[in-house]
């Protein structure tokens, strides 16, 4: 019986010891939250690829995450609730966010926080932006050497200064290529209306557009699928959408959202905080690029015209607009 006893406590004592082990390495555990952008999780683009990030961070780092989405554009509100589930960081993904985001975080400066797509001069906010001008350059002559009608289409989500990013790098990549080429531009208005997506498409290929380049998230989906049925040549945006419209997609403009949410978390778990005030990633830091080119063959001349250019951009021999009036 005595002996029984002692077994008894020795497994008390192990299960004791693994307990206080899991407790400790529990509280060692960073947490992440994140406040998805208006088109939320499926969207096939922006908030697909950060959720992506995530996903590699928790399985190769350890750290846990969780989401909100606020479809309502009830931003405070969700941001209240991840700061009540005190995370370690909380990233607010898009432009539309930022004045929420920027409100929260004055009101818990002990709180870190993460923008993507926008810049806070706030304390406690980490700013990330992208440098969607340079890849989006590389489309441009992409679109222009693929033509056969000479005029190429861009459809924007939302009127706002990122966006621009996309379309100024378009229209100038296209025009380094072919002065004369013709570019049309519209916006949507929204990041996630299929229906207005594929009628802007319907539109322009009408028009004789035969090459789309959208930034547009989910909107982007409808014109794409619109430009398949159709039968003219499309691009992604954010990550490879290829898959989406297999005969129809060339390139994608890839902006490695997945990539600057793991680096923050990597730095979270490396240095359990997050110092530097700022980051912007182009070309030079594989922040945005393309993926391959499927569809067309290019000629070696032109495939040779895209590196030229990319090496030009990134020694700063090509200098691509990033707002109208800024250069970069």
Same mark, same amino acid.
Not at 178 to 199: H, K, L, Q, V
């Given at each position: 019986?005595?002996?029984?006893?002692?077994?008894?406590?020795?497994?008390?004592?192990?299960?004791?010891?693994?307990?206080?082990?899991?407790?400790?390495?529990?509280?060692?555990?960073?947490?992440?939250?994140?406040?998805?952008?208006?088109?939320?999780?499926?969207?096939?683009?922006?908030?697909?690829?950060?959720?992506?990030?995530?996903?590699?961070?928790?399985?190769?780092?350890?750290?846990?995450?969780?989401?909100?989405?606020?479809?309502?554009?009830?931003?405070?509100?969700?941001?209240?609730?991840?700061?009540?589930?005190?995370?370690?960081?909380?990233?607010?993904? +898009? $432009?539309?966010?930022?004045? /929420?985001?920027? &409100?929260?975080?004055?009101?818990?400066?002990?709180?870190?926080? #993460?923008? @993507? =797509?926008?810049?806070?001069?706030?304390?406690?906010?980490?700013?990330?932006?992208?440098?969607?001008?340079?890849?989006?350059?590389?489309?441009?002559?992409?679109?222009?050497?693929?033509?056969?009608?000479?005029?190429?289409?861009?459809?924007?989500?939302?009127?706002?200064?990122?966006?621009?990013?996309?379309?100024?790098?378009?229209?100038?990549?296209?025009?380094?290529?072919?002065?004369?080429?013709?570019?049309?531009?519209?916006?949507?208005?929204?990041?996630?209306?299929?229906?207005?997506?594929?009628?802007?498409?319907?539109?322009?290929?009408?028009?004789?557009?035969?090459?789309?380049?959208?930034?547009? +998230? $989910?909107?982007?989906?409808? /014109?794409?699928? &619109?430009?398949?049925?159709?039968?003219?040549?499309?691009?992604? #945006?954010? @990550? =490879?959408?290829?898959?989406?419209?297999?005969?129809?997609?060339?390139?994608?403009?890839?902006?490695?959202?997945?990539?600057?949410?793991?680096?923050?978390?990597?730095?979270?778990?490396?240095?359990?905080?997050?110092?530097?005030?700022?980051?912007?990633?182009?070309?030079?830091?594989?922040?945005?690029?393309?993926?391959?080119?499927?569809?067309?063959?290019?000629?070696?001349?032109?495939?040779?015209?895209?590196?030229?250019?990319?090496?030009?951009?990134?020694?700063?021999?090509?200098?691509?607009?990033?707002?109208?009036?800024?250069?970069?």
């Amino acid at each position: 019986m005595k002996k029984l006893m002692i077994g008894f406590c020795l497994i008390a004592l192990l299960l004791a010891g693994c307990s206080n082990s899991q407790q400790e390495k529990a509280q060692d555990d960073y947490r992440i939250g994140i406040l998805l952008s208006d088109a939320g999780l499926g969207d096939e683009s922006f908030n697909d690829s950060a959720f992506k990030g995530l996903e590699k961070a928790r399985d190769e780092l350890g750290i846990l995450f969780d989401y909100k989405e606020a479809p309502d554009g009830n931003y405070e509100e969700k941001l209240e609730e991840l700061v009540a589930e005190k995370y370690n960081i909380i990233i607010g993904l +898009g $432009f539309s966010v930022q004045e /929420a985001l920027e &409100k929260t975080a004055k009101k818990y400066p002990d709180q870190q926080f #993460v923008l @993507i =797509d926008g810049q806070s001069d706030v304390a406690n906010i980490t700013s990330i932006t992208f440098k969607e001008q340079e890849g989006s350059f590389l489309l441009g002559m992409v679109a222009a050497m693929t033509s056969k009608t000479g005029k190429i289409g861009f459809i924007g989500g939302a009127d706002v200064p990122v966006i621009h990013h996309f379309e100024n790098g378009f229209i100038e990549g296209a025009k380094y290529y072919n002065p004369n080429i013709e570019i049309i531009s519209e916006y949507a208005g929204s990041f996630d209306d299929t229906d207005a997506g594929a009628a802007i498409a319907e539109r322009y290929i009408k028009n004789k557009v035969d090459f789309i380049y959208h930034a547009a +998230g $989910f909107t982007g989906f409808g /014109a794409i699928k &619109k430009a398949e049925e159709m039968g003219i040549y499309a691009a992604g #945006v954010d @990550i =490879d959408q290829f898959y989406i419209a297999e005969k129809t997609v060339v390139t994608s403009m890839l902006k490695n959202v997945d990539q600057a949410v793991f680096k923050m978390a990597k730095t979270l778990d490396e240095e359990g905080e997050i110092s530097e005030k700022s980051f912007s990633f182009g070309l030079a830091d594989t922040g945005v690029g393309l993926a391959d080119i499927r569809v067309i063959k290019l000629t070696p001349e032109q495939q040779a015209a895209i590196e030229k250019a990319k090496e030009d951009i990134v020694s700063g021999k090509i200098k691509v607009t990033a707002e109208k009036g800024n250069s970069q």
